[in-house]
């Protein structure tokens, strides 16, 4: 069975190497998860990747966070949070930033049918090893930036 970091490689072919690239692209990520530990821990992972992070506790701070002028380049989110699910988040946020990636990050084997689609985003099951969560953010970035220019 292929790991996670496999499946985005293939997903994206640009990947192939991202492993191997020293440091991240600079993004600026947005995490969103309403545990406080996870946030952290996902937080010093990107941070020692290179990345800029932004946190937000829930779906209403980051939407604040995505409202107040901060460039931000990219949501990686929960799926299951209080108040605001990931996927509410993620529609509220492509209202306002349409081509912004999302990554979501989900404990769960398997996601509610009511949580929507999510095969237009990435998803990166907990727990993750920190290589697998820097090839999803890059495959997200990279898939973002074709779109945009195409």
Not at 34 to 57: H, K, N, P, S
Not at 74 to 83: E, F, G, S, T, Y
Request: include cysteine.
């Amino acid at each position: 069975m292929k790991g996670a970091a496999e499946r985005a490689k293939q997903t994206c072919p640009q990947l192939a190497d991202i492993s191997k690239r020293d440091g991240a692209s600079r993004a600026v990520v947005l995490v969103v998860d309403d545990d406080d530990f996870v946030r952290e821990i996902t937080t010093d992972i990107l941070t020692d990747q290179g990345y800029d992070v932004l946190q937000a506790a829930d779906g209403g701070a980051a939407l604040e966070a995505l409202s107040n002028g901060r460039i931000i380049d990219i949501l990686l989110a929960d799926v299951v949070m209080n108040k605001m699910s990931g996927p509410e988040l993620a529609r509220q946020v492509r209202v306002l930033h349409p081509l912004m990636p999302v990554v979501f990050m989900s404990g769960y084997a398997g996601l509610a049918d009511d949580e929507g689609d999510l095969s237009l985003f990435q998803l990166i099951k907990k727990p993750f090893r920190p290589g697998d969560l820097h090839v999803h953010i890059e495959a997200a970035l990279v898939r973002s930036r074709g779109l945009s220019s195409g």
